[in-house]
């Protein structure tokens, strides 16, 4: 089935390590985007990618890293920078960034 | 710059009554709009869009929403709620054909529904 997989669902690391989220899309869409969703606040976008080898900051960029080495992966690396990663984070892909993206089911990320 | 406003960050209704949930942009080019629904613990489904043509769009569920230019709303409706409506709700906007500018997510809207 065509679909977005975020892996794993549920992710417990400790302060200071970094952790890679993965995303895999079959949907042959060009742009894909990583959000991250606290609690109130909605859905604030972190990185997205129009085209493979490249991608762009979205709003809340710092403390995270990503790649885009391949059409259907968009890996996304928290790292011991950002101050507070613990969330919700939801992985997002659409043909172009002008149409509406279809999300995976998310990765809790609870750092302790 | 694009935005998105969800005028309620909390909607609650009767089961068998009318939901109205609410959403400003801001553009300065003709828009595509967009209705997400989320479920607890899961990703974002889309219910409708709005893109060109008919400004009363029907979507999933028994859902609508109209795009009214003059007012710059895209507010989201149901005749009657249903239990399984429970859920939260966001509204999204992009720069439309040509634009290559990401969607913008309003705050979301959590619907509560009663018997």
């Known amino acids: 089935d065509g679909g977005i997989t975020q892996s794993p669902k549920y992710l417990f690391r400790k302060e200071g390590q970094n952790v890679t989220l993965s995303c895999e899309q079959n949907l042959n869409h060009d742009a894909m985007y990583w959000y991250r969703q606290d609690p109130g606040q909605g859905l604030r976008l972190i990185y997205y990618?129009?085209?493979?080898?490249?991608?762009q900051k979205g709003d809340i960029a710092e403390g995270y890293s990503v790649s885009r080495e391949k059409k259907e992966s968009f890996p996304l690396t928290v790292t011991s920078a950002q101050k507070n990663p613990t969330a919700f984070y939801l992985c997002?892909?659409?043909?172009?960034?002008?149409?509406?993206?279809?999300f995976g089911q998310g990765t809790r990320l609870t750092v302790v | 710059a694009q935005s998105v406003t969800q005028l309620g960050s909390h909607v609650s209704v009767s089961e068998g009554a009318l939901v109205l949930l609410r959403c400003n942009y801001s553009?300065?080019?003709?828009?595509?709009l967009f209705w997400y629904v989320q479920y607890p613990n899961q990703g974002l489904q889309l219910l409708l869009k709005?893109?060109?043509?008919?400004?009363l769009v029907k979507g999933i569920n028994g859902f609508e929403a109209e795009f009214k230019k003059s007012e710059t709303s895209f507010h989201l409706t149901k005749p009657s709620a249903h239990m399984s409506d429970a859920a939260e709700y966001f509204c999204a906007v992009s720069e439309g054909p040509g634009g290559y500018n990401k969607l913008i997510f309003g705050a979301g809207t959590r619907l509560a529904v009663h018997p």
């Open positions: 990618s129009q085209i493979v080898n490249d991608f």
């Open positions: 997002a892909s659409s043909p172009r960034v002008d149409t509406e993206a279809f």
């Open positions: 553009s300065s080019v003709p828009p595509y």
């Open positions: 709005y893109t060109t043509g008919a400004t």
